[in-house]
């Protein structure tokens, strides 16, 4: 299975301040057919379901503010919300979906500081 | 509107059985493989269980297989797992969850999860 591993496991971030999110994966994740990595990240707030945010490393979904971004190349990325809000408060989950088992990093808790 | 209404937890002992139920609607069902996954109570997210459109592949993580089935009724848009010789490590809220037309392992909607505990 492939492994993803995010860092930190949580971080406290001013309003209006850069919050940044790590996450490797144990093996290569690139796509072959559009030569882009099937990479997504979810956002949870409490007592939701995860909501799909970024995918293909760096598309957004409808919707998602472009405070939120991501990138990376090789087993290693970033997420990064440009300028912390109060309603991006929640745990943010990497995943990977480049084959079965789909595997998820642990999540890391974003709170304000 | 997308919509996963996932319903059928609830308590049950070690070595039971409990069949969760997930319905779909606001998309065209038979185009999209669907998924289960679960959360530990304050842990992160597992991939549990998933089957293609037309029902015919299915797969499991290592943990369930054997012990769970996954399902589905293209004429009642739902989506089953069936779940025997439960273990107290099974206790979690279960997420259903729609793949990607296309891209089948990417989750983009997911369902308000339902809370399955496994205590005598």
């Known amino acids: 299975d492939i492994v993803m591993t995010q860092s930190p496991d949580s971080l406290a971030v001013s309003l209006g301040e850069r919050a940044t999110i790590n996450c490797k994966s144990s093996?290569?994740?690139?796509?072959?057919?559009?030569?882009?990595?099937?990479l997504a990240w979810y956002q949870q707030k409490p007592r939701q379901p995860p909501k799909l945010l970024i995918y293909?490393?760096?598309t957004r979904e409808s919707g998602v503010p472009d405070r939120f971004s991501c990138s990376g190349s090789g087993t290693d990325f970033t997420l990064t919300i440009a300028s912390l809000q109060a309603e991006d408060v929640a745990v943010y989950y990497c995943?990977?979906?480049?084959?079965?088992?789909?595997?998820f990093g642990q999540g890391t808790r974003v709170e304000i500081k | 509107d997308v919509q996963i209404v996932a319903s059928g937890g609830g308590l049950v002992q070690p070595g039971g059985s409990l069949r969760l139920s997930c319905v779909a609607s606001?998309?065209?069902?038979?185009?999209?493989?669907m998924h289960w996954v679960r959360q530990l109570p304050g842990e992160g997210l597992a991939w549990v269980a998933h089957?293609?459109?037309?029902?015919?592949?299915?797969n499991y993580a290592g943990s369930v297989k054997g012990r769970f089935t996954i399902s589905r009724d293209s004429d009642k848009n739902t989506v089953y797992l069936q779940m025997n010789s439960l273990r107290a490590e099974d206790t979690a809220v279960y997420y259903c969850?729609?793949?990607?037309?296309?891209?089948?392992?990417?989750?983009?909607?997911w369902g308000q999860g339902t809370l399955v505990t496994v205590s005598s």
């Open positions: 969850a729609r793949g990607e037309r296309g891209f089948d392992k990417l989750l983009d909607s």
């Open positions: 606001g998309f065209t069902f038979s185009d999209h493989w």
């Open positions: 089957i293609d459109s037309d029902g015919r592949r299915t």
């Open positions: 093996q290569s994740i690139l796509y072959g057919s559009n030569n882009e990595y099937a």
């Open positions: 293909w490393t760096s």
């Open positions: 995943q990977q979906y480049y084959t079965t088992p789909v595997t």
